[in-house]
């Protein structure tokens, strides 16, 4: 059984539904302070605080589990600069606790969310594992902690980990079972799909003078269900007997924030007003992964690649949201 720690949240929810799907059993533990109690369907959960020693101990005293998934997390960068306590704590302290409950439990596996924020700007592009870990921000500075103290307790006391670099994540299950909703969102095509229809007055463009082909940030898209896929493979390997690792999980493929919003146009059929913003601090112009070691290692093959395909899965959980 696999215990999924911010399985009410976004990724953790869509995960959650996969390993379901491929008849798998998942527990989820989430506070539910970001994530939505509708996210996990008819799964178990667990509402607690992760840094909650005594649940986690009775949890895995309680359940067969034998691996961790552990989405839970802060997600806001900005936030991360003004409120860094906030995101040492939730990363760094939680993550502690929760490795040595593992540990105490001997749990031999774990699969974490880690960030192409734990590279700071881009020295090249696409960004491969190997591309030097600046963090230019304690969201970045945090999770690259966590990733060294996995190192440390797998050299230490074997437990074996594999860490996921997600670049942009994105869409929706393709049934608009469950889709992104965060408050506030910060995430760019749920806000250009709710400029399209009408819950937002326009779509803010945060600099249009970049060194880039419309002038505009180009990051890199993956749709959530592939990140889902990401994971399962992840746990699978691990379970095979393979060794800690890290792999970025992206598609390869650069869109321009005015792709987005075309892409989004096209597929809504909408109208969506944009808005020129002044640059924003920390944003590089380019981000785009190299996913060629997961593919390799873990035979990730995406499904949902094409923006498009993206943006569509997205607007059906916008029209049809349940939380
Ligand atoms: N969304 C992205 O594009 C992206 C990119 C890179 C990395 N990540 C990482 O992926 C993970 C999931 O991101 P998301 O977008 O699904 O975020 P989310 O906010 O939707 O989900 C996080 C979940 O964790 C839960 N949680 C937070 N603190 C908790 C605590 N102390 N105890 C128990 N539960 C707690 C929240 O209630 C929420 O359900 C995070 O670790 C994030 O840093 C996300």
Redo the contacts with the bound molecule.
């Keep these: 059984m696999i215990l999924v ?9 869509h995960y959650v539904l996969y390993e379901r799907e491929r008849g798998n059993e998942a527990l989820v ?8 109690r509708e ?1 996990v369907l008819d799964a178990p959960l667990i509402v ?4 909650n020693e005594a649940v986690l101990d009775a949890v895995f005293r309680s359940y067969p589990i034998d691996a961790v998934v ?6 806001s960068v900005p936030e991360s600069v003004a409120k860094p306590h906030r995101y040492y704590r ?1 990363h760094v302290a ?1 993550t502690i606790t929760l490795l040595d409950a593992m540990r105490r439990h001997s749990i031999p596996y774990l699969v974490f ?5 734990t590279y700071g700007d881009p020295q090249y592009t696409p960004m491969d594992e190997r591309h030097p870990q600046n963090p230019i921000n304690p ?1 970045g500075e945090s ?1 690259r902690i966590c990733e060294r103290m996995m190192q440390s307790f797998d050299e230490a006391y074997g437990l074996r980990y594999v860490s996921l ?6 869409g929706a299950d393709p049934e608009a079972r469950i889709g ?1 909703s ?1 408050d506030p969102e910060t ?1 760019l095509i749920p806000i250009v799909l709710q400029a399209a229809n009408g819950k937002r007055r326009s779509v803010a463009v945060y600099g249009n003078d970049y060194a880039t082909p419309d002038g505009t940030c180009i990051r890199d898209y993956v749709h959530v269900n592939d990140l889902a896929q990401a994971h399962a493979l992840a746990l699978d390997r691990l379970r095979a007997g393979g060794p800690s690792a890290t792999y970025n999980v992206g598609s390869g493929t650069g869109h321009s924030v005015q792709d987005v919003i075309a892409a989004c146009r096209e597929v809504t059929g909408r109208q969506i007003p944009v808005e020129e913003a002044p640059r924003r601090a920390g944003d590089p112009p380019i981000l785009v992964a190299s996913s060629a070691k997961a593919e390799a290692e873990l035979g990730w093959r995406p499904q949902y690649a094409d923006l498009h395909t993206i943006v569509e899965t997205a607007w059906r959980w916008e029209e049809n949201r349940r939380f």
Excluded at 5 to 13: E, K, P
């Design positions: 720690t911010g399985g009410a949240g976004y990724i953790g929810s533990l989430d506070d539910l302070s970001l994530g939505h996210a607690a605080d992760l840094s552990h989405f839970a997390a802060l997600a939730h939680h969310s880690s960030s192409c924020a969201y999770k670099r997600y670049f942009n994540a994105s992104e965060h995430h």
